[in-house]
């Protein structure tokens, strides 16, 4: 195969990467929560009942915003159920899973975790079946000042500072007819635009992500997109974005090609974004809230059953699945300037990177590629111009063989590089216009024998990231040699003296 250069330039900046973009997603669904995060008979349980070793292998992810919580879960949520006394607590349908909530854990237990993990917490309110001022009465109990009736509970419940929850989704999907109080657009827009106007009269900081299309397959996406637009308008800091991605076909080569496709929807919301803002004649841009998005399809598709647990949506996750996963990646940070949210749906057991079996756990291969960009996360993102192999996908049309993407960190440079090719080797070379490559600070790589290699509890390390010796630097430039399949994460040092 003919080798690929990378050219960049320091001056030819996408914008900051918002560390948000690393974020993940906890929802109230088979064992994501009891059985996953909050455990209190498992012998990994600490005194709040949190797994020990799921929290342990999660803060490898340094994960940012944490969505909850749901999903469809919050369209059947009422918050005041998760809050008090444990005891007197009920236990409901949820509705939205056909499965029964306990309410063991609810906001305080979040937010505790949240504390202890350094997550920054992302709650979903009610606009299923919920009411605004449900939604806002959860403001005033998480952010307000003790003296009201919310905030006073907060209080009783053994909070006396407020928990200061400043990012919140305006429900979840409402655009699907499997949600939970699933309305035409412009009615979810009312109800939204209501919503956040009483939840900024609670607190004036809170960020609020509005609705957006549940995917591309939506017959009413794009356009479900502009309506909530325009009638939330500027009270929506952002649109929600959610995407899961399939192999129907098997094909490998096709399936890691579905990157080009998630660039082309995050630049056809983004566009309905700015074409509201000009309608509008705002000042006020809504950016992008990826606040879902995964490989999801081992569990759906009976002629592939791949299972990883027990419970519902585990999936068992493959080396094609990891490198789509850091597909994804690349493409969030090939679009720093639009996409300011992200959340990695969902963080263990249900469709995640960690499972748990009993008290046993499994690293999945998906953790690899984030906890691989998640290192390298911070600086600004740089416009990635791939020259080299390329090839025609069944679906995603003419795709380079190599995806990256590239964050400047002072004088770092992380070059994320993906070999899409399935039997051969990709030579690639990282040219920067305007300074030299002058060494390695470290590299990483994730390959395997092949595409549909998994990690199980008998075999747990057959994938897994490790150092990558071919990165080097010479004459200036990067160089390295990618195995077939595999992402590289590299962190380069650079001399922009002169530039
Ligand atoms: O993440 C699983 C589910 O997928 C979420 O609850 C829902 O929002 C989406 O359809």
Redesign the pocket.
Known sequence: MDATTLTLSTRFQIGEVDERVFGG?L?H?GRAVYGGVYDPGSAHADEDGFRSDVCDALKMLDMTAMRYP?????SGYHWLDGVGPREDRPTVQSR??HTVETNQFGTDEFIKLCRGMDWTPMFTVNLGTGTPEEAADWVEYTNAAAGTVYADMRVENGSTDPHDVKLWCLG??LD?P??LGHVPAREYALRARQTAKMMKDVDSEVELVACGS?GITMPTYAEWDRTVLEIVGDLADYISV?R?VDNPSGDTADFLAVTSSIDRQIEEIDAVCRCVQAKRRSEVRAYLSFD?W?V?FHQRRKSRPRKAGSGP?EELYTLEDALVVAGFLNSFLRHADVVKIANL??IVN??APIVTHGDAMLIQSIFYPFAMFAKRRRGVSLRPVVAGPAYDSVNYGRVHTVDASAILDGEMLHVFAINRDVTEAAKLAVDVSDGEIVGVESAELLTGPDALVVNTFEAPDVLRSCAFEDAVAADGRGRATLPPLALAAMTFRLDKTGA
Do not use: D, M, R, T
Request: aromatic content about 24%; hydrophobic content about 45%; proline content about 0%.
């Open positions: 997603f929802e669904l749901g999903g469809n879960f919050a939205a899973w979840n999907e699907g499997w949600q549940s959610h899961y879902e995964n999801w949506l749906a969902q249900v469709i």
